[in-house]
């Protein structure tokens, strides 16, 4: 199984992105799947997440700005970004806990993708 994600660049403050992350392989079910980023010289965070259902979460400080979905027939996740401010700027990371046809079920991360606000 692979996440592959992509969709970073560099965005003026105020700017949007929109980050897509696709799941790939022996693939029988997707839980929760959720975008994670590591700003320099600070820890991972999370972001925000998405269950199969549809329900999403958010920190507190991307509330109203971001919004993730999913398209479950395309294993795939989406992260979008409005209003983008240079505290915005790291390295974003999809992450999925992923079951295979034999009910085995791990986490599995994409290969992270620079987004970079400029003020």
């Known amino acids: 199984v692979q996440l592959q994600a992509s969709g970073g660049g560099l965005v003026q403050a105020g700017g949007s992105l929109r980050l897509s992350c696709a799941a790939s392989?022996?693939?029988?079910?997707?839980?929760?799947m959720g975008w994670y980023r590591q700003a320099p010289g600070k820890q991972r965070e999370l972001v925000g997440g998405?269950?199969?259902?549809?329900?999403?979460n958010y920190i507190d400080s991307v509330k109203g700005r971001f919004t993730i979905s999913r398209d479950n027939a395309k294993n795939t996740v989406y992260l979008q970004m409005n209003n983008l401010k240079p505290e915005d700027t790291a390295v974003y990371y999809c992450?999925?806990?992923?079951?295979?046809?034999?009910?085995?079920?791990?986490?599995?991360w994409g290969q992270g993708t620079l987004v970079t606000v400029s003020s």
């Open positions: 998405i269950t199969s259902g549809g329900y999403t």
């Open positions: 392989g022996s693939i029988f079910s997707i839980n929760i």
């Open positions: 992450n999925a806990y992923i079951r295979d046809p034999w009910s085995r079920g791990y986490d599995y």
